[in-house]
């Protein structure tokens, strides 16, 4: 017995500054959770004092943070030098546990859920004026009915100021090489969107985007490691990679985060602005290219009227020739003044209108061109050969945002451009030629002479 109250009944797991215990509220008679906390080392009655009193301050917020994806607080005690929070009692069986029960992954659709929830117990968590800084599969657990909840709540509190708290492997790389830069709310939110990432990575691909056989092994693939190429991701694969961006500047907001898991959690394709361009490495000036760039509206509506416009021409056309056999010479004067005219003119806007919309396609995908030569300027360098004009037309074409029609296409084709843009990417253009090589030679052929 603690506190007078809870019956102490197994003990569920211990760490570094904690023991969990399986416990029973004798006076509310439900099942609840204590975590009885003792501070890293042996502080002095000054760093005790303030460590209990930061302690205290964030308890009281937490239990006031009532949210169906955090687990609740019900309880501070502190009696004989103990001190213990009780806590919500959930199925114990993490995210982790479920991994492994099916099979070491799971699939699109649930994994988008899972993040969805943690996601949003996250964001309240940081309204709430609180950071996490541990999260990974390990601290999500899961309500009777199913949703998720985002635990272990108290992480960064039991640490001095200044300190790094946190499993490495999750941890964002600028924890690592700059632990003053995440001090902000702001700043703290994108490491902790950093770990989401890692944690969907490990959920829908079996396995943590960077590992080590030792904790300096592991912190280095998380400063300078790309995470291995993503092979059952699907439509979270852009997400994801969002998440996992080194720069926190430029890693997806919570936000766009939540826009494109939401739409992966109902099973549709990712509709979020910039959700295609994120499924490639996109180059630097990317976002300036398409904030300048006129929108594709009009020249998509012109392009799909030219078609329309041809065929009513034609229709005219040909009405006009099955008519002539029956004109008789002096009939001529019968036919309406206006239809050589509007036969022309209709032909005349189809071709303005392909012209024009195929003139905005070409000057977008200039831009993005521009954007991968940032340097180039008015006269730079453009593509040196086929291979290279090839290669960034097609990353080019593909980076820029696509109507709903085109995003709607079924994954296995979005997934062969994907793969086709890894290939042209790690292909990179061609070998350059020999100096003096004649450009239009080739090898001779057998049985030609040379």
């Known amino acids: ?25 004798v006076l509310l008679g439900r099942p609840v959770v204590v975590k009885e906390l003792t501070p890293d080392g042996d502080p002095d009655p000054e760093a005790y004092t303030r460590w209990l009193g930061r302690l205290r301050r964030e308890v009281r917020v937490l239990a006031s943070t009532l949210h169906r994806h955090l687990a609740a607080i019900y309880d501070l005690g502190e009696s004989e030098g103990r001190v213990w929070i009780v806590m ?40 709430a004026g609180m950071a ?13 009915d199913g949703p998720a909840v985002l635990v272990d709540q108290l992480g960064l509190t039991f640490a001095d100021e200044g300190g790094v708290v946190g499993t490495p492997a999750y941890m964002a790389p600028e924890r690592f090489t700059s632990p003053s830069v995440p001090a902000t709310a702001e700043g703290m939110l994108k490491a902790d969107l950093w770990s989401l990432g890692v944690t969907l990575y490990e959920v829908v691909e079996g396995h943590a985007p960077f590992q080590g056989l030792t904790v300096g092994e592991v912190m280095s693939a998380v400063r300078s490691a790309p995470p291995p190429p993503m092979r059952y991701a699907g439509a979270l694969r852009p997400l994801i990679e969002g998440l996992l961006v ?19 959690a109902r099973g549709e394709p990712m509709s979020a602005p910039g959700a295609e361009a994120a499924a490639l490495p996109a180059p630097a000036g990317a976002a300036e290219a398409m904030q300048s760039a ?30 002539l056999p029956s004109l008789t010479p002096g009939s001529w004067d019968d036919v309406p003044g206006w239809v050589g005219p509007g ?26 061109l521009d954007a991968l030569h940032p340097d180039a300027g008015e006269a730079g360098a453009r593509p040196a050969g086929p291979w290279q004009a090839l290669s960034e037309g097609y990353l080019a ?30 292909l990179g253009p061609p070998p350059p030629r020999a100096a003096g090589a004649d450009p239009t030679s080739r090898p001779d052929r057998p049985g030609e002479a040379p």
């Open 343 to 368: 036969c022309l003119g209709l032909l005349w806007l189809a071709l303005a209108a392909r012209g024009f919309a195929s003139a905005r396609q070409r000057d977008r995908q200039a831009r993005w």
């Open 88 to 127: 919500e009692r959930l199925d114990q069986r993490s995210l982790a546990d479920r991994i492994g029960d099916r099979g070491g992954r799971l699939g699109v659709t649930e994994t988008a859920r899972i993040g969805l929830e943690v996601l949003r117990g996250l964001r309240a968590l940081y309204a």
């Open 294 to 323: 006129p929108r594709v509206s009009g020249a998509g509506g012109a392009g799909a009227l030219a078609p329309i416009v041809v065929v009513l021409g034609i229709l005219l056309a040909v009405s006009g020739a099955l008519a």
């Open 397 to 426: 074409a593909l980076a820029m945002p696509q109507p709903a029609v085109r995003r709607a296409r079924r994954p296995v084709e979005r997934e062969m451009e994907r793969d086709m843009a890894d290939f042209l990417t790690a």
């Open 132 to 144: 996490h800084g541990d999260v990974k599969p390990r601290n999500v657990l899961f309500r009777p």
């Open 1 to 25: 017995m603690i506190g007078g109250r809870y019956q102490l009944r197994a003990r569920m797991g211990r760490g570094g500054m904690s023991v969990v215990w399986d416990a029973y509220d």
């Open 246 to 264: 080194k720069a926190p500047e430029r890693r997806l907001t919570a936000d766009e985060a939540e826009a494109l898991l939401r739409d992966s």
